[in-house]
């Protein structure tokens, strides 16, 4: 048996948590520089407010309703999904992390499955505040369905009888079901084929024929089927990216050059963590994207390192001469995105036959660097050409304070 749970309204319920005068008012949460809507409160859903609508556009509604906003604050996101995923691998030998808001659990050979279920929903929604919705079934597509049906009841729908998913299933929107993409909908509902009850009716022969594999494992799961394993080890990454827009358009190449050497340091940061190193770094800038005079323009750039490495300084050293290839002075540039690829294991790296490597003192530097900015906070030091001012950064205008993540943003009880 599988059981997926799912924060509800997760980027809504970490900042409600903190602010609980919230609670049942309508909230949203918006993207990077305060764009679009990206998470909704049920209030927000019910006054027809649509996912991914342009903030600006919605101001009035905004006004009228007193819809409270909140800048994406990822620092305190992460940090509760790690305290929700903590509490969840509890109760189950194996577990996946699906997303920040969402954990498949094996629960074979438990028993009384409603009972459990109930128990570690209570239990986390005790100890990290988060409310949580768990749906239980032989598979994780019928399991997916339980969990969604489960946020319109008490939080948790356990379908462990054939009765029960028949049931579940027969008002059970089509379009809402896991591998099922628009495509594939718009085919089905042209035959009149409206739920997943109807779907999983259709002979086996015709939805391998005219939905390839991946609708036939749909069909499988739904007939009780396991044809999606539980991943408990994840693949090793081939690819690391970072591209936050900026909070303003820029031909300055003083404010890229902060920009480059800024995200450069978090990626490089992200790879000594994870115990990576990088062979190929790549620089793309992008501008005209958002202009209807001005025509997009995207230069990138390359570069092989000659031997896999981690330390900062030698990847903003790189980074910083991928910049001055590629930029141009009569563009206003939007972006800056850092990717790294080919990306190795420490422990498997090989240095090049013909090229001495100098590494070793900037790997301890880095070191240095990671240690004192986890003990004394994040940004306590810093390579000088991150700059101090960022007048590129996002616009981050309803951020709200980390309150698990920064010393200075804990909540004082007085």
Not at 145 to 160: F, M, P
Not at 174 to 193: A, P
Not at 284 to 308: M, N
Request: net charge positive; glycine share 6%.
């Amino acid at each position: 048996m599988f059981a997926i749970a799912d924060c509800n309204n997760f980027y809504v319920s970490c900042q409600r948590l903190f602010e609980p005068q919230y609670i049942d008012k309508p909230v949203v949460v918006l993207s990077n520089n305060d764009g679009c809507v990206i998470a909704r409160s049920n209030e927000v859903k019910a006054l027809g407010i649509p996912m991914g609508i342009i903030y600006d556009k919605i101001y009035p509604e905004v006004q009228h309703f007193n819809i409270k906003a909140y800048s994406s604050n990822y620092a305190l996101y992460a940090d509760m999904s790690a305290r929700v995923m903590q509490n969840l691998a509890r109760f189950s030998p194996s577990v996946e992390v699906y997303s920040i808001d969402e954990c498949f659990l094996d629960l074979s050979g438990f028993k009384d499955l409603h009972q459990y279920t109930n128990t570690i929903r209570d239990t986390v929604v005790h100890n990290t505040g988060i409310p949580i919705s768990i749906g239980v079934a032989a598979t994780k597509t019928l399991a997916k369905a339980a969990n969604k049906l489960a946020k319109k009841q008490n939080g948790t729908l356990v379908l462990d009888q054939p009765e029960a998913v028949t049931t579940a299933l027969e008002h059970y929107p089509v379009e809402d079901l896991w591998g099922i993409g628009g495509q594939y909908t718009k085919k089905l509902q042209s035959m009149n084929i409206h739920t997943a009850q109807q779907f999983r009716s259709l002979p086996l022969a015709w939805v391998e024929k005219n939905m390839t594999v991946t609708g036939a494992r749909t069909w499988r799961e739904l007939w009780g089927q396991s044809c999606i394993p539980l991943i408990t080890v994840s693949d090793p990454k081939q690819i690391i990216s970072t591209a936050k827009g900026f909070g303003k358009v820029t031909n300055d190449y003083a404010e890229l050059r902060e920009a480059t050497t800024n995200y450069t340091t978090r990626l490089a940061e992200k790879l000594r963590k994870e115990k990576l190193c990088t062979s190929i770094l790549h620089v793309r800038l992008i501008a005209g994207r958002f202009k209807k005079d001005e025509p997009l323009f995207c230069p990138c750039i390359a570069i092989p390192l000659h031997h896999p490495v981690n330390n900062t300084i030698d990847l903003v050293r790189m980074a910083q001469a991928g910049l001055r290839c590629i930029f141009k002075k009569n563009h206003l540039y939007q972006k800056v995105e850092i990717t790294f690829s080919g990306l190795l294991p420490e422990a498997e790296v090989q240095l090049h036959l013909f090229a001495k490597y100098q590494g070793e003192k900037f790997d301890k530097v880095s070191t240095a660097l990671d240690h004192l900015n986890q003990r004394f906070g994040k940004g306590t030091v810093k390579l000088a050409s991150e700059g101090k001012n960022h007048r590129w950064a996002m616009k981050r205008k309803y951020l709200s304070p980390n309150y698990t993540t920064h010393w200075d943003d804990i909540i004082e009880i007085h």
